[in-house]
């Protein structure tokens, strides 16, 4: 099947500092990539939808300027979280969108952890 | 997209068939019943997705009833790694750059197996 990468694993930053995410399509082009977001106990929450070459879609109460995202290829879609804190320590996951089966399926990263201090 | 509803929890024996229920009685002509499953701290899992037919791959097989109001995904022969939660969506499948339809998560059904 669609294999989807994420790096890192997992990250612990300082407060105050940024963080880069790399969501990685491995075996296939997706020109649709989708961020999520997922406190402890808790479902996943959408974050931004983006399509390669365009500026990303934030869903309600997600901050743009916060959360940079950047789908420079039909491969490679970043997610930059800028001046951390503590409240932004969650497990993040990227999703890219692929043809499976006659229609559209998304296939999700292992998802990133971050712990901000 | 159509909402679902999934019982909370279910536990399995090791080695039995595991049979997980969804009801979407709203759902519309062209969506989709799609099922993903998330093992704890991992990203989640594509398990499979049916429109109107039953479906099987090597994961599972997808029951969905003749009115398409509820479905059943089934893990022929569990084992300890199925233990996950597992979600079911409906939502329009259309391939193409233009379609950024979301898949609403719910909170899914806790599946343990024991062993």
């Known amino acids: 099947g669609a294999v989807v990468s994420q790096h890192p694993s997992w990250v612990i930053c300082k407060s105050g500092t940024s963080v880069k995410i790399e969501c990685r399509s491995l075996d296939f082009q997706a020109t649709t990539m989708f961020w999520y977001r997922q406190f402890p106990k808790q479902s996943l929450m959408l974050m931004a939808t983006s399509n390669e070459g365009s500026k990303a879609t934030y869903e309600q109460g997600v901050e743009k300027d916060k959360f940079l995202i950047n789908h420079a290829s039909l491969t490679l879609s970043t997610l930059t979280v800028t001046s951390a804190h503590p409240e932004d320590s969650s497990f993040y996951i990227c999703?890219?969108?692929?043809?499976?089966?006659?229609?559209?399926?998304?296939?999700f990263g292992p998802g990133t952890r971050l712990t901000v201090l | 997209d159509a909402k679902t509803t999934q019982p909370t929890s279910m536990d399995c024996a090791e080695g039995r068939a595991a049979n997980l229920p969804c009801n979407h009685s709203?759902?519309?002509?062209?969506?989709?019943v799609y099922w993903y499953r998330q093992i704890h701290s991992q990203g989640p899992q594509y398990i499979i997705h049916?429109?109107?037919?039953?479906e099987t791959n090597e994961m599972a097989s997808l029951i969905i009833t003749e009115d398409r109001k509820s479905s059943t995904l089934i893990l022929p022969h569990a084992t300890l790694r199925d233990t996950a939660v597992y979600y079911c969506i409906v939502r329009v499948a259309l391939y193409g750059p233009g379609n950024n339809r979301k898949l609403i998560w719910g909170l899914g059904t806790s599946l343990a197996v024991n062993p």
């Open positions: 999703s890219a969108r692929g043809l499976a089966g006659g229609s559209d399926t998304q296939y």
């Open positions: 709203t759902i519309s002509g062209n969506e989709y």
């Open positions: 049916g429109l109107k037919n039953n």
